[in-house]
């Protein structure tokens, strides 16, 4: 899933209007931020495999710290701690965080194949493939953005022409990205698939500096 985990950290800015979007996406995407640096680490893999499933060419091989239940967990509580003591923030706050890293991993469940590790060590892997049905997966993760979209809109305010046109230039380019993927050709290598992974860290950024320009409504 790709733009699901965007929607849920746009929604969650309901419920923690205290919390910058851009904490928000790091927590909803930390999976896929840690996952390039890990692959080009060399100590996780993935290959490109047209076919593996109707909808992404991805084969995901080995990637059990950052994607299995147990380590995502794991990675979900470190952050909510984290921020709870950087911040001042409260348990509630820091469930929230919590939940949103753990989140990552329910999304991928619904849409990998068969390629979600339960925890780090062991060989059992899960996943409903949702990705097998290309209407199935447009369906559940465009329905998912739109309603994120709708509820951080609803929950904030654009303070200035920044705030407004930076959020919905956020939603445009995600948006185009995600018909890219869904429609275009398969990456022309496994490299460069990993420096667009890195590239995402870019979005946390541009988070950050919506959220500046924007106030709880």
Not at 129 to 146: D, I
Request: proline share 6%; charged share 10%; net charge positive.
């Amino acid at each position: 899933m790709f733009i699901g985990h965007f929607a849920l950290a746009f929604a969650a800015k309901r419920a923690a209007p205290a919390v910058s979007l851009g904490t928000l996406l790091l927590a909803a995407q930390l999976a896929d931020l840690v996952w390039p640096l890990l692959v080009l680490a060399g100590v996780e893999s993935f290959e490109i495999a047209p076919g593996a499933t109707a909808f992404t060419p991805l084969h995901f091989t080995y990637y059990p710290y950052s994607h299995s239940l147990l380590a995502l967990a794991a990675w979900g509580v470190a952050m909510g701690a984290a921020y709870a003591v950087a911040r001042l923030a409260s348990l509630k706050v820091a469930l929230l965080l919590a939940a949103l890293v753990l989140s990552h991993w329910v999304l991928d469940f619904l849409t990998h194949a068969p390629d979600m590790p339960l925890a780090p060590s062991g060989s059992t892997k899960v996943g409903l493939g949702l990705w097998n049905s290309v209407p199935g997966t447009l369906v559940v993760e465009v329905s998912l953005f739109v309603a994120g979209v709708f509820l951080y809109a609803r929950a904030t305010t654009a303070r200035d022409r920044v705030g407004r046109f930076a959020f919905y230039g956020l939603v445009a380019f995600l948006a185009l990205i995600y018909a890219a993927n869904a429609m275009g050709p398969p990456p022309p290598s496994t490299q460069a698939v990993v420096y667009a992974g890195i590239a995402m860290w870019l979005l946390v950024a541009w988070g950050y500096w919506i959220d500046r320009h924007r106030a709880a409504a």
